[in-house]
């Protein structure tokens, strides 16, 4: 039969060794946080980010100033003007284009309703984390830059979603 300082002792070890195999567990695997903002984690396709403004094979927006988006929006932060749209190569069937395009994006709640609304597929939200700016003017985006969206940030992100949108539509 074993003395009561000798279990107590072996009791020890065993629980020290115990701990040591968790710690040497947790040491050697991967770690699981990432250095942000130096490093970003994947973003989700379907994630709400920044908005951009969509172009067609001609590289002409396709938005047709149509309004839909700017009367879906809840926050009644898209402002358009419309133009008539020019003659020429790849502008054929529109009557207008924007002149202007802006979304105040302080007021922007990200609900996505601009980019269901619209009937051209020229409105789409990037996976671009929203930033922060020192003033209210830079927090208009205007067409220029949603056209830039799109190029740095949009392109292939976009027919990913539409790929994703048709095969909804198909399951339903
Ligand atoms: S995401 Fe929502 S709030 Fe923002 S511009 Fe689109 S409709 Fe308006
Ligand atoms: S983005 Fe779409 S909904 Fe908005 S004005 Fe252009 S075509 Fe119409």
Partial sequence: MKSAPYATTLGSIKAL??????S?????RKPVTIQYPEVQGPIDP???GEHALTKDEHGHMKCVACYMCATACPAECIHIEAQP??????WEGRDKI???FDIDMLRCIYCGFCVEACPK???MMT???PVVHDN???FIYGIDKLLGHYDEFGRELHKQQLREREAIHERH
Avoid: C, T
């Avoid at 060794?17 to 968790?22: D, N, P």
């Fill in 46 to 48: 379907r994630f709400r």
């Fill in 17 to 22: 060794i115990q701990g040591l195999y968790v």
């Fill in 136 to 138: 209210r003017k830079d």
């Fill in 85 to 90: 749209a020019p003659e020429g190569k790849g």
């Fill in 98 to 100: 924007p002149r202007s």
């Fill in 24 to 28: 040497m567990g947790q040491f050697l």
């Fill in 121 to 123: 597929d020229a409105i």
């Fill in 127 to 129: 996976n671009k984390i």
